[in-house]
């Protein structure tokens, strides 16, 4: 049974770097095929997806994130990682880690970040 878990700070001031780290147990993050995700659930609103690393190292970014985002991983203790550069409080929410990339088959429990001074 896979499972991730997220972890970071749950508060981070404005302008800031929001890091967040997803610790893998149960399959390797570079297993073949295997996609790892990133996703968001602002107070209120949808999921958004935000970026994903593959099995491979590939990244791939939100249109609408990329500018800011940053996807990477370290293979020797199963994790990958999150960095959103210059947040603003529009950036709180849920943030979640799962595996997958179209379809999601694991999901972490999530982590709120808030973004406030």
């Known amino acids: 049974q896979v499972q991730l878990q997220e972890s970071g700070p749950g508060l981070v001031k404005p302008s800031q770097t929001l890091s967040l780290t997803c610790t893998v147990s149960g399959g390797s993050i570079t297993t073949n095929n295997r996609y790892w995700s990133w996703i968001r659930q602002p107070p209120g609103k949808g999921l958004e997806w935000m970026g994903a690393?593959?099995?491979?190292?590939?990244?791939y970014y939100s249109p609408s994130l990329k500018s800011r985002t940053s996807i990477s991983r370290d293979t020797s203790k199963n994790q990958f990682t999150l960095q959103l550069s210059s947040v603003t409080p529009e950036d709180t929410a849920v943030y979640y880690c799962a595996r997958g990339l179209d379809t999601i088959g694991y999901w972490g429990q999530g982590t709120l970040v808030t973004v406030s001074s």
């Open positions: 690393i593959a099995y491979s190292g590939s990244t």
